[in-house]
C-alpha cells in the first residue's frame, strides 16, 4: 500500500495558518513577506499561531530576502529567532545557509541546528539548497547536519520544472531525509509531482484572494512601492488544501 502523502502548507499569516489546519494540512510553516521568497514572521504571529494550532507549527528563520549569505548581524538575529521559536513551544524551524562559493556553510547551520534539537524541535532546510552550486552534495552536507527533511524545487524555478532532479535526489536520500518538493504546486500539477518524484511529503501555499472589506478606497498609491493591489490579499484556502491533498492521493493526472 502506498504511503499517504502529506501536505506541509507555507501560511503567510496565522489566518492563512488556521486554514490550512481546517483544510487537512499535516503541518505549517510560518513565514512572513512571501513575495521576497518568505522572512521570520512576528513574535505575535507565531505565538498566536501557537495557540490557534494543532498541527504541527515550523517557523522559518530567514531575516531577510534575497540570497543565503548572512552577516554577522544577520546570524545574531536568526540565533534570536531560534531561541524565541523555543521558547514559544514551535514544533520546528526551517533554516538554511550557504557560503560564499555556493555550499551549505555547515558550521553556521550547526549553530541554528543544535540548540533546536536539543529542545525536542525538529529541522527542515529550505531551498537555500536550489541556490546551492552542487545539489547532491548539499544533499550529503544537509543529513549530515541532521535535518529531518530539505524542501526543495529541484534547482529550478518550480517543482513541476525540476520534478527529475527530484525524484533524483530521493533516490539518493534512500530513506535518510525527507525530500519535500515546492513551489508552484496546485491542485491541478501535485498528482503528476508525485507521480514523477515518489514524493510523501508536499509543500505549497493553497491561496486564493480575498477582498477588503473597506468601503472607501484610494487607489492612487499603493504602500508597497510595487504595482499591487492594496484591497486585495492572499490567504491559504483550505478548499485548496483539501483538493491539493485529495489529487496529490489520489493520483489521477498523467505526465
Request: hydrophobic share 40%; aromatic share 6%; glycine share 10%.
Amino acid at each position: 500500500m502506498n504511503q499517504k502523502v502529506q501536505l506541509e502548507v507555507c501560511a503567510n499569516s496565522v489566518t492563512s495558518a488556521v486554514s490550512a489546519q481546517e483544510g487537512g494540512a499535516a503541518r505549517v510553516e510560518l513565514c512572513d513577506n512571501l513575495p521576497e521568497g518568505g522572512t521570520t514572521p512576528s513574535y505575535g504571529a507565531v505565538l498566536m499561531a501557537r495557540k490557534w494550532l494543532d498541527i504541527k507549527l515550523y517557523v522559518l528563520i530567514r531575516p531577510r530576502g534575497g540570497d543565503f549569505l548572512y552577516t554577522d548581524l544577520e546570524f545574531d538575529v536568526m540565533l534570536a529567532d531560534v531561541k524565541f521559536c523555543i521558547e514559544a513551544g514551535c514544533d520546528g524551524i526551517v533554516i538554511g545557509i550557504l557560503k560564499p562559493d555556493g555550499t551549505i556553510d555547515k558550521e553556521r547551520c550547526k549553530k541554528l541546528i543544535t540548540p533546536a534539537k536539543q529542545a525536542g524541535l525538529g529541522v527542515t532546510f529550505h531551498r537555500a539548497v536550489d541556490m546551492s552550486a552542487d545539489m547532491y552534495n548539499a544533499l550529503d552536507d544537509i543529513i549530515e547536519l541532521g535535518c529531518e527533511r530539505v524542501l526543495t524545487s529541484g534547482g529550478k524555478a518550480t517543482a513541476a520544472s525540476g520534478a527529475d532532479t527530484i525524484s533524483d535526489l530521493i533516490k539518493k536520500a534512500a530513506g535518510r531525509i525527507s525530500v519535500m518538493p515546492g513551489s508552484g504546486i496546485n491542485e491541478n500539477n501535485v498528482a503528476a509531482i508525485v507521480q514523477v518524484t515518489g514524493a510523501t511529503e508536499i509543500h505549497a501555499s493553497a491561496r486564493s484572494p480575498v477582498r477588503s472589506e473597506m468601503i472607501y478606497l484610494n487607489e492612487n498609491i499603493t504602500m508597497g512601492g510595487k504595482a499591487a493591489n492594496e484591497y486585495v490579499v492572499d490567504i491559504t484556502d483550505a478548499g485548496r488544501v483539501k483538493q491539493i491533498l485529495t489529487a496529490a492521493n489520489g493520483r489521477f493526472f498523467t505526465i
